[in-house]
């Protein structure tokens, strides 16, 4: 059984910055692909950053620039680093890692206001 587990959310004023954390139970090589999902209420998921396995990383257009994943091998962990947050990045934060099924974290908040 695939264990994704997110840690880093909260609450951060406009302008600040969070590291979320997604931590697998597996290593990481077993997957095709992670990746940060954000939710909103009323809305689906969507994608806001993936790395793949060999390391090629695609973002959302709404926050290229801003925040960046990336991963530690050895520690079986993916990162988002998330700079210059807005409100509009509030939502919960999904970790995905996909082979031939997908697999979802917890999620944790991250909520961005004054």
């Known amino acids: 059984q695939v264990q994704l587990v997110e840690s880093g959310g909260g609450l951060v004023q406009p302008g600040g910055s969070l590291t979320l954390s997604c931590a697998a139970s597996?290593?990481?090589?077993?997957?095709?692909?992670m990746g940060w999902y954000r939710q909103t209420p009323g809305n689906q998921r969507e994608s806001v950053a993936v790395?793949?396995?060999?390391?090629?990383?695609t973002y959302a257009s709404a926050v290229k620039g801003r925040f960046t994943v990336s991963r530690d091998n050895a520690k079986n962990t993916v990162y988002l680093q998330m700079n210059s947050l807005k409100p509009e990045d509030t939502g919960v934060y999904y970790c995905?890692?996909?082979?031939?099924?997908?697999?979802w974290g917890q999620g944790t908040q991250v909520t961005v206001s004054s």
């Open positions: 995905l890692a996909k082979n031939n099924q997908n697999y």
């Open positions: 790395i793949t396995y060999g390391g090629t990383t």
């Open positions: 597996i290593s990481i090589y077993s997957f095709s692909h």
